[in-house]
């Protein structure tokens, strides 16, 4: 029997793409509330616009998280140790995280970490087909937001901001075991 923790299983986390079928209206993130807007209201004209895709997360038929994709680039400054620079443009192509939230009260139950891993697992699928160097997030400037990604992702401060804080991770510093993992999980579109 697959582990369970806290009542959500893991191993059993249902990953779609949100549709105009998918029932959002219980989704809650009452700790920003723009989440939940974007969400409620913004996610499926984003989609339609080809501006960002989003995708679900469901436990056991609850939804318990979305996130939000969009290409985006950075600077080529900001990621460090470039190398021989001839081989460098003035910015990176990147997969960029443009939302991302867990339900209230299903947080800290490693619902997020398996969100990231589905977006490293796109970032591979891109590296491969289009080219996508870096993984970014504008974070939401929060001592556990924060932490959460540079524990759970790998990811590095690379500037400074009020609201949200720029993070990357550079997808040629990712250790090759972690690309065996994540790779196995790209297909949950
Ligand atoms: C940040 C967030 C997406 C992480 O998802 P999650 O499902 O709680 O993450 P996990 O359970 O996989 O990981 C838990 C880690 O996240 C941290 N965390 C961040 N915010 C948290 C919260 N509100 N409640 C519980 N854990 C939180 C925990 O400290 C924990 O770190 P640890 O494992 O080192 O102790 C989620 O907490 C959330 O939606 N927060 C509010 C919205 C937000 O900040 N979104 C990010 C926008 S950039």
Do not use: W
């Not at 029997?1 to 959500?8: D, R, Y």
């Not at 219980?26 to 995708?55: G, H, P, W």
């Not at 997030?137 to 400074?160: L, M, P, Q, W």
Request: proline fraction near 4%; charged fraction near 25%.
């Amino acid at each position: 029997m697959a582990p369970v923790e806290n009542g959500v299983d893991l191993n059993t986390l249902v990953f779609s793409k949100l549709t105009p079928q998918s029932d959002i209206s219980s989704f809650r993130c009452s700790a920003y509330r723009d989440l939940e807007d974007f969400l409620l209201n913004d996610a499926l004209k984003y989609q339609e616009e080809n501006v960002a895709v989003t995708y679900l997360v469901h436990s056991d038929g609850r939804l318990v998280g979305f996130f939000s994709l969009a290409m985006g680039c950075v600077a080529s400054e900001s990621v460090a140790d470039l190398g021989e620079e001839r081989y460098y443009p003035r910015r990176f192509p990147a997969l960029l995280i443009a939302r991302m939230a867990t339900q209230d009260n299903f947080r800290g139950m490693g619902i997020g970490a398996e969100m990231l891993a589905r977006v490293f697992a796109t970032a591979f699928t891109l590296c491969s087909k289009v080219g996508c160097r870096v993984v970014k997030v504008d974070a939401k400037n929060n001592e556990r937001t924060i932490n959460f990604y540079e524990r759970h992702g790998g990811f590095i401060t690379v500037g400074s901001g009020d609201e949200t804080i720029p993070m990357i991770v550079d997808m040629n510093k990712m250790p090759p075991n972690h690309l065996d993992v994540e790779k196995t999980l790209a297909d949950f579109t």
